[in-house]
């Protein structure tokens, strides 16, 4: 009955079947995962994608620990003998946590309260004379209870008694709670303002010293902002509709009369809002506004992050790579084709001529003694300069690329990175660490905690567990939407391959250092604790480039091979030959080969996998440089134009990279002529744009841009772009059309689960 319910109250959410979440949550509770279910059984679930198949996970989760609670409720109201029909009825209906917890508020067991103890003296019938609202004077009634035996000594006393109880009643009353809830999410206000003597300590708050927000409206950068500034003592915030409002919706609710039992109610009411009801909504508004902002800070950063793990790679090019700097050198490091450390130096192109020539000698010698093609500069202090120094250079044939550093140092400090180099320092560990994620941004990050990558909103501010699971998701999506070469790839990286994880990864890398590389996929069940059940999940997601069966270069699965080699055996070729020839694939009839379990859906992803095995569905590499001469924010004068890096969207806007060691920002309302709610809808992490410098702040290091075309600015200083040397052929790529903006995963995931709440 429970499973059934939650089938279809999924299936209503989400606007899919029933019997295609019935199917999903059955694939997940088997052990399988998203990426799997939403690749190779599209016919069992209707063809869901990765993103309905997460929102269904997610969900059903959710409905289930809603009904672990819901049972534990009912066991402690039957325990404490007060469990009614009514009240059953009531919990079996509710449909959120806090629908539970309402109505289980005034059962659930508390410490002693002002209104505990007035029930214990007897003043709980006044209490409901109070509420009754007859027109008998409180007074006369009030002392029938006077009772020195019981600890009331007086009328007062009485009334005050009965006040408590009814006080508590109001805080404690479902429907109550769930107006106010109401009144505090559509009419409450935050209201920050800066704690005596911490103006100069806080001034990075200023803008929160006297500030004032819709709480329905309040974007969720700035509310971590000011809980941020709350948490380090700077700032004092509240959140809360006014007073009058809230009184008023109180009398509405229990005021029926005009009396003076209804006076001792109104005195009750605003006891019990002031006292019980505003502290415990605004904990309430706390943490529903904490955990909204936190939703969204963690889909930004996943978002962020699955726009970097998805970059443009160089490829495999033998490779130079440095980490920069000033006094104390650049550490250089040479790589061959699979990112090997070849050789490791340290040289000094900016401390003095002597050792600029020096440098000079080293570089070029380097150059051409390990063939280099492509060098890797990191983007940190002296990268610029760094970059003219190797571009006067003219080596030939080589492409010049500096590289986002963000996470290089988290890297070399690590275990993974001490594990692979224990006997080099970090600052060699880093420049390798550079050199790699040019030429595989996805395969060197995943080596990296991705909350160190520099692309996040308030990411240690927000729920770590969620951010976690969430970064994890998003890892796992395009580890496995790419493909994981078998034979080269890293434990970190085979760790987030369907149905392994960290053990098994380890386990097949020992076994490839112990018998080579692998052949076929099948080897794989040779590898210590790789069952069938990690075999089915991971084997479709493994490459093997120049392997025996030419399909385990595809991500065609295993279980399908039968079904190809059938296509070829009728017409009478090789499933070699059907790879190559697409006469021979467009004579296929796909509808011969459906079958119980094979439907059309995965005939159309085999014969689009046969067209081109293994393919990166990742953007082709192309170079990109910086305006020459402009190296600092000092160079900066308002009106350039100049070629950026996007490297951080946030919901304000997005920060870009000009070169000169600070990012700028282009406004929400900058970045385009027409009105756009999120810059996802325009940019992505790491797409090249032209920005305008707008407003430049020296001493606060501040830099803000444009995007906007065709604006009255001041007369545009014209700075043109250093000219691009000639590069090998195989980096040279033709312009792509902008793509149409569309939602990501991880949006349609926000997407669907805002239907939830």
Same mark, same amino acid.
Not at 555 to 581: F, G
């Given at each position: 009955? =429970? ?34 279910? &939403? ?5 069992? %679930? ?29 066991? &402690? ?6 469990? %009614? ?66 600890? @009331? ?15 508590? /009643?109001?805080?404690?009353?479902? =429907? ?106 605004? %904990? ?58 070849? =050789? ?110 520099? @692309?996040?909103?308030?990411? /240690?501010? @927000? ?21 994981? =070469? ?108 459906? &079958? ?11 014969? +689009? ?28 004068? @308002? ?29 929400? &309302? ?23 410098? %707008? ?36 980096? +040279? ?25």
């Amino acid at each position: 009955m =429970e499973s059934i319910n939650h089938h279809i109250k999924i299936a209503q959410e989400l606007a899919v079947g029933s019997k295609q979440v019935s199917a999903a949550i059955a694939l997940l509770d088997e052990g399988a995962t998203v990426p799997f279910i &939403s690749r190779y059984r599209k016919e069992v %679930t209707g063809s869901l994608d990765e993103v309905q198949v997460a929102a269904i996970r997610d969900r059903v989760l959710q409905l289930r620990d809603l009904d672990k609670r819901r049972e534990a409720i009912l066991k &402690s109201l039957t325990d404490l003998g007060k469990l %009614t029909t009514e009240l059953e009825q009531q919990i079996q209906a509710a449909e959120t946590m806090v629908q539970l917890e309402d109505i289980y508020l005034p059962y659930r067991p508390k410490r002693k309260t002002r209104a505990t103890a007035a029930r214990e003296k007897g003043l709980q019938p006044l209490a409901d004379f109070l509420l009754a609202q007859k027109s008998i004077d409180p007074e006369l009634e009030a002392g029938k209870f006077i009772d020195d035996e019981k600890g @009331v000594k007086t009328v007062e006393e009485a009334l005050a008694g009965a006040r408590d109880i009814i006080a508590e /009643h109001i805080s404690e009353n479902a =429907e109550t709670r769930a107006k106010m809830r109401q009144l505090f999410t559509e009419k409450g206000v935050f209201e920050s303002r800066v704690a005596p003597g911490k103006e100069e300590e806080g001034i990075k708050y200023k803008d929160y010293f006297e500030w004032t927000e819709p709480v329905k409206s309040a974007p969720s950068h700035r509310i971590l902002a000011m809980r941020r500034g709350e948490k380090e003592e700077i700032l004092y915030l509240d959140i809360k509709p006014t007073e009058e409002d809230a009184i008023a919706l109180l009398e509405r609710e229990f005021i029926t009369s005009r009396n003076a039992a209804a006076t001792q109610v109104g005195l009750a009411i605003a006891d019990g809002y002031k006292r019980l009801l505003k502290p415990s909504m605004e %904990t309430e508004i706390r943490l529903l506004t904490k955990k909204k902002a936190d939703d969204e800070a963690i889909r930004v950063f996943a978002e962020n992050a699955r726009q970097l793990l998805l970059g443009a790679p160089l490829g495999q090019k033998r490779m130079m790579a440095i980490d920069p700097g000033f006094r104390t050198g650049c550490k250089l490091v040479c790589l061959d084709e699979q990112g090997k450390l070849l =050789e490791n130096t340290a040289i000094y192109p900016h401390t003095g001529a002597g050792q600029t020539k020096e440098a000079e000698k080293t570089v070029t010698h380097l150059f051409e003694r390990y063939h280099i093609e492509a060098i890797a500069i990191g983007n940190g202090t002296a990268g610029r300069e760094t970059e003219l120094f190797i571009r006067n250079l003219n080596l030939q044939g080589v492409v010049i690329v500096m590289v986002n550093e963000s996470g290089a140092s988290i890297y070399s400090a690590s275990d993974v990175a001490r594990e692979e180099f224990p006997d080099k320092d970090i600052t060699v560990r880093g420049a390798v660490s550079i050199g790699r994620r040019l030429m595989d941004p996805l395969a060197e990050l995943v080596k990296i905690d991705p909350k160190s990558i520099g @692309v996040g909103q308030y990411q /240690h501010d @927000v729920d770590q567990n969620k951010l976690q699971t969430s970064l994890d998701d998003t890892v796992m999506s395009c580890v496995n939407a790419v493909g994981v =070469e078998l034979n080269t790839a890293s434990k970190q990286i085979l760790a987030y391959v369907s149905g392994l994880g960290p053990q098994l990864a380890q386990n097949i890398v020992e076994y490839r250092n112990q018998n080579g590389a692998f052949k076929r996929r099948d080897q794989l069940k040779k590898v210590a604790r790789l069952g069938d059940k990690a075999y089915e999940q991971a084997a479709g997601f493994l490459r093997i480039r120049g392997a025996e069966n030419p399909l385990d270069s595809s991500s065609v699965h295993p279980e399908r091979y039968t079904l190809v080699e059938q296509m070829a055996k009728d017409l009478k070729c090789s499933v070699q030959d059907l790879m190559r020839d697409s006469n021979l694939r467009k004579s296929i009839s796909l509808q011969k080969y459906i &079958s119980d379990t094979v439907g059309l859906p995965t005939l159309n992803d085999i014969m +689009a996998e046969l067209a081109k095995p293994g393919r990166d569905p990742r953007e082709q590499f192309e170079a990109f440089s910086f305006t020459e001469g402009v190296n600092a924010i000092n160079d900066l004068k @308002v009106g350039m134009k100049l070629p950026g890096i996007v490297t951080n969207i946030t919901n304000f806007g997005a920060f870009v990279d000009i070169g000169v060691h600070q990012d700028g920002l282009v406004h929400l &309302s900058q970045i385009t002529n027409r009105f756009i709610k999120d810059p996802n809808e325009v940019l992505k992490v790491h797409q090249k744009v032209e920005v305008t410098v %707008t407003e430049v702040d020296v001493n606060r290091k501040r830099i803000a841009l444009s995007m906007k075309e065709n604006e009255k600015r001041e007369p545009a200083t014209q700075v043109k772009p250093r000219e691009q040397r000639p590069v090998q052929k195989q980096f +040279a790529q033709k312009p792509k059309p902008e793509p149409e903006p569309e939602m990501d995963m991880m949006s349609k995931l926000a997407a669907l689960k805002n239907k939830f709440k």
